[in-house]
């Protein structure tokens, strides 16, 4: 937490955060998810490395390791969807794999 708050300090355009909820007590997790979506929509641009895919659903998605850049236009909840994530990310196979 103390990261982020000297980070916005200097009023950067950009802000990345990688792996951030970790090591945040679970109680604070859902306070500080919804700081980082407030900052977004206030025009604050944010990459957020999270693995975490139920936290950052919200979010534009785009699973690295797949190299599917087109998921990138999909809400969370479609990319989540998505059989090739499942198979993936959460090691669950289905017919459209």
């Known amino acids: 937490m103390l990261a982020i708050a000297r980070a916005l300090m200097s009023e950067p355009n950009h802000l990345l955060l990688d792996e951030t909820f970790p090591s945040l007590a679970p109680m604070l997790v859902s306070g500080i998810f919804k700081m980082i979506q407030g900052l977004n929509e206030k025009g604050l641009t944010i990459l957020l490395v999270e693995q975490n895919a139920q936290k950052a659903s919200p979010l534009q998605i ?27 990310y959460l090691g669950i196979e289905s017919d459209a794999c």
């Open 62 to 88: 785009l699973p690295m390791s797949l190299k599917r850049v087109e998921w990138f236009r999909k809400s969370g909840k479609e990319i989540a969807e998505d059989p090739i994530v499942k198979k993936a």
